[in-house]
């Protein structure tokens, strides 16, 4: 527990810093406001708002499921309470990624202490990448807010074995998963994160594990069973075998290389794979497309297996500055590229001195699984830009380290003749 006087004043600057964060992204919005709206942002969020808003709402079968629904919920209903359909969830997103700010603060306070919460929360101000994510259509902003949440109350979970806590944790990860479906298998893996945590697994741990499954089932089983109800299919929350197929090759990668779709479908339908009839549902496509990106790592595996290696590196690295656009790929990888230098630092330095506190593993947990997640899927920055925050974390920890070094350093020359 921290002292009474560091809690203070912890509250004090995070409030000072939400405030700062709020003013640097309504001032962002305001004199470079993104017009630019990408098929998901068209098509899922802004058609399935206006589809809500028109009265079709998410019973009908035209809704598109291979995003999940809240995102376009919240901007339906934005418009039908002040008649914008952008600028209402713009705003909300600029708040929510000033709240992250403090809610990532807290998480940074709890595991490596104040002086690397009050770097973090410096760095996560003036990250650009989260400043135009809060400007723009899309989910990742919200996404990345409630899943801080759930890590800030599953930290809190596994320091004090509240089952309170395990439960307010699932219903967050159950909205953050509504919101986008990458984290749907996280309840899955989770106990792997718990052996980490735990030398030995109480019953209380256990109890609190189930009831973090069950409110994140909770949270998500309406969506469940209206798309069983809609599409006669059991899926959880959305259908998105297109990216699988897409990081299935590297001739898939951008939106240039979609082109060698048709010849590589032909090829498929060569091997005996034909694609669903026209009129087909969604559930029947996405089980095409799946299967198509199966099909190519069988073909890989079968003419060339030791490629899977390079293949594979190659889609880690991507992730950690690639566009589906095939464009800003220098600017997004020099920007960050001090960030994981410092992170890498951060943590050799916590494990190489045998300080790390165990409560670093639900950061570096996190942080595997979405890496793991998109080396099999698609590997673009825009799915791993949720977990920067933590990444930051990491890096203000290495930060400090070098800074401490330095001093030290400084010190011993001035003390010698």
Same mark, same amino acid.
């Given at each position: 527990m921290q002292d009474s006087s560091e809690t203070r004043l912890t509250w004090k600057i995070m409030s000072i810093f939400f405030f700062s964060s709020l003013m640097l992204r309504g001032l962002t919005l305001w004199l470079s406001p993104v017009e630019h709206l990408g098929s998901n942002a068209k098509i899922a969020f802004l058609g399935g708002a206006e589809m809500i808003l028109n009265g079709?709402?998410?019973?009908?079968?035209?809704?598109?499921?291979?995003?999940?629904?809240?995102?376009?919920?919240?901007?339906?209903?934005?418009?039908?309470?002040? *008649?914008?359909?952008?600028?209402?969830?713009k705003v909300l997103q600029i708040v929510a990624d000033s709240a992250t700010t !403090?809610?990532?603060?807290?998480?940074?306070?709890?595991?490596? *202490?104040?002086?690397?919460?009050?770097?973090?929360?410096?760095?996560?101000?003036?990250?650009?990448? &989260?400043?135009?994510? &809060? =400007?723009?259509? *899309?989910?990742? =902003?919200?996404?990345?807010?409630?899943?801080? !949440? !759930?890590?800030?109350?599953?930290?809190?979970?596994? &320091?004090?074995?509240?089952?309170?806590?395990?439960?307010?944790?699932? %219903?967050?990860?159950?909205?953050?998963?509504?919101?986008?479906?990458?984290?749907?298998?996280?309840?899955?893996?989770?106990?792997?994160?718990?052996?980490l945590l735990h030398r030995t697994i109480s019953k209380r741990v256990i109890v609190g594990y189930l009831g973090f499954c069950f409110c994140f089932a909770l949270m998500i089983a309406p969506? =469940?069973?209206?798309?069983?109800?809609?599409?006669?299919?059991?899926?959880?929350?959305?259908?998105? &075998?297109?990216?699988?197929?897409?990081g299935s090759h590297e001739d898939f990668l951008t939106i240039e290389a979609k082109k060698g779709y048709p010849k590589y479908l032909l090829?498929?339908?060569?091997?005996g794979i034909s694609a669903p009839p026209p009129g087909a549902g969604p559930v029947a496509t996405d089980r095409y497309w799946f299967r198509a990106g199966l099909e190519k790592y069988k073909i890989r595996a079968e003419t060339d297996p030791l490629s899977f290696i390079p293949f594979m590196l190659q889609k880690f690295g991507r992730m950690w500055y690639a566009t589906e656009s095939g464009r800003n790929h220098v600017i997004i990888l020099f920007?960050?590229?001090?960030?994981?230098?410092?992170?890498?630092?951060?943590?050799?330095?916590?494990?190489?001195?045998?300080?790390?506190?165990?409560?670093i593993w639900i950061l570096l947990f996190v942080i595997a699984y979405f890496a793991l997640l998109h080396v099999i899927s698609l590997p673009l920055f825009r799915y791993v830009l949720p977990i920067m925050p933590y990444?930051?974390?990491?890096?203000?920890?290495?930060?400090?380290? %070098?800074?401490?070094r330095l001093k030290e350093l400084t010190i011993w020359q001035k003390m010698s003749p």
């Open positions: 079709k709402g998410l019973m009908d079968s035209e809704y598109p499921v291979f995003i999940p629904p809240l995102y376009a919920i919240l901007i339906a209903f934005g418009s039908w309470m002040f *008649g914008h359909d952008q600028l209402t969830i !403090c809610v990532v603060m807290l998480i940074a306070r709890e595991i490596l *202490g104040f002086r690397t919460a009050l770097i973090s929360g410096g760095l996560l101000i003036v990250y650009p990448f &989260s400043i135009y994510a &809060s =400007t723009y259509i *899309g989910s990742e =902003t919200l996404f990345t807010f409630f899943l801080s !949440c !759930c890590i800030l109350f599953f930290l809190w979970a596994t &320091s004090s074995s509240r089952l309170a806590w395990y439960l307010l944790a699932g %219903c967050m990860l159950g909205v953050a998963t509504l919101i986008r479906g990458t984290t749907q298998f996280f309840p899955l893996l989770t106990p792997v994160l718990l052996a969506w =469940t069973v209206r798309n069983y109800l809609v599409l006669k299919e059991i899926v959880p929350v959305a259908l998105a &075998s297109t990216p699988f197929l897409q090829e498929l339908k060569e091997r920007a960050n590229l001090p960030l994981y230098i410092f992170a890498i630092v951060g943590v050799i330095s916590l494990f190489g001195q045998r300080r790390a506190p165990q409560s990444v930051i974390v990491l890096a203000s920890m290495g930060i400090l380290v %070098c800074f401490d």
